[in-house]
Antibody
Framework: EVQLVQSGAEVKKPGESLKISCKGS????????IGWVRQTPGKGLEWMGI????????RYSPSFQGQVIISVDKSNSTAYLQWSSLKASDTAIYYC????????????????WGQGTLVTVSS | EIVLTQSPGTVSLSPGERATLSCRAS???????LAWYQHAPGQAPRLLMY???NRATGIPDRFSGSWSRTDFTLTISRLEPEDFAVYFC????????FGQGTKVEI
């Protein structure tokens, strides 16, 4: 079974750093792009960016470029999303998801999704 | 930038009824790059449709997708109890975007 398992909920203070993870299993991790999606009550779902584990090529939404870093450790089949200095506005649920097919340069649907990681940033 | 606008925000229906959910794109997009997902509380989003009208593996045929110009539609022909959830559309072309979701409630 193809599965993405995300790290647990986090509570952080503004200014702190954070790295959350997404571990893939049941498929050849290096061959499929992995994306990150933010969900907030106010803005709904937002596409943050994607990474190709095979060569770490990364693409960011302009809205998130410079705000987060997406990385991958293909030896551990794990993708990461990290912040160097969190803001209260980063409070959200973050989902990772695998691009559903290979060979499409990252332009495909997401399937499957991880269970989500709730990040709360509050003083 | 492509904006996807879903309507209605919430729809109240009964099991057995038909649900028609809309996703309108702010500009012309290829039907090849539109997906629908179901998001039930406490669960990961689940892919329903890709390429507008292709059902994902294991998705029952009561789910169908169609489009006309910039208007995309997800239809659930007869609602089952497990279908009450939030549905959102996703453009996965060169300017990715999600709709804000439609809640289908009992």
């Amino acid at each position: 079974e193809v599965q993405l398992v995300q790290s647990g909920a986090e509570v952080k203070k503004p200014g702190e750093s954070l790295k959350i993870s997404c571990k893939g299993s049941g498929y050849t991790f290096s061959n499929y792009w992995i994306g990150w999606v933010r969900q907030t009550p106010g803005k709904g779902l937002e596409w943050m960016g994607i990474i190709y584990p095979g060569d770490s090529e990364t693409r960011y939404s302009p809205s998130f470029q410079g705000q987060v870093i997406i990385s991958v450790d293909k030896s551990n089949s794990t993708a990461y999303l990290q912040w160097s200095s969190l803001k209260a506005s980063d409070t959200a649920i973050y989902y990772c998801a695998r691009v559903g097919v290979t060979g499409v340069n990252g332009l495909a649907w997401f399937d499957p999704w991880g269970q989500g990681t709730l990040v709360t940033v509050s003083s | 930038e492509i904006v996807l606008t879903q309507s209605p925000g919430t729809v109240s229906l009964s099991p057995g009824e038909r649900a028609t959910l809309s996703c309108r794109a702010s500009q012309t997009i290829s039907s090849s790059y539109l997906a629908w997902y179901q998001h039930a509380p406490g669960q990961a989003p689940r892919l329903l449709m890709y390429g507008t009208s292709n059902r994902a593996t294991g998705i029952p045929d009561r789910f169908s997708g169609s489009w006309s110009r910039t208007d995309f539609t997800l239809t659930i022909s007869r609602l089952e109890p497990e279908d009450f959830a939030v549905y959102f559309c996703h453009h996965y072309g060169s300017s990715p975007a999600f709709g804000q979701g439609t809640k289908v409630e009992i």
